[in-house]
């Protein structure tokens, strides 16, 4: 059992910069893949980034590449996503989400434990 818990979220202008954290319960943090998704109003639950286990891996939406950075402290049992360069089009609800190492990382439906989200906004 993993319980999740996102901060960092808020209010920011276009160009600027938020970094998101989640903290996760348990003692096998190690041995999870997580991920970030984000929800707009309106639209699906999505993808934005995820890291393997061993933080050796990473994955990003093509709209987030080289503004967005996924890492992970597994003596902390943390998981960041820094988010710079961010535009109007980021405003969406944030969540960090784990699952047992599984090769299928990358789908929706392979985890199994959810943050309650934080908002993120970005003004024009």
């Known amino acids: 059992q993993v319980q999740l818990v996102e901060s960092g979220g808020g209010l920011v202008q276009a160009g600027g910069s938020l970094r998101l954290s989640c903290a996760a319960s348990?003692?096998?943090?190690?041995?999870?893949?997580m991920a970030w998704f984000r929800q707009a109003p309106g639209k699906e639950r999505k993808l934005v980034a995820a890291?393997?286990?061993?933080?050796?891996?990473?994955y990003y939406a093509d709209s987030v590449k080289g503004r967005f950075t996924i890492s992970r402290d597994n003596a902390e049992n943390t998981v960041d996503l820094q988010m710079n360069s961010l535009k109007p089009e980021d405003t969406a609800d944030y969540y960090c989400?784990?699952?047992?190492?599984?090769?299928?990382?990358?789908?929706?439906?392979?985890?199994?434990?959810w943050g309650q989200g934080t908002q993120v906004t970005v003004s024009s």
């Open positions: 890291i393997r286990w061993s933080g050796r891996t990473t």
């Open positions: 348990g003692r096998t943090f190690s041995s999870y893949d």
């Open positions: 989400a784990a699952a047992s190492r599984n090769d299928q990382f990358l789908q929706h439906s392979t985890y199994n434990y």
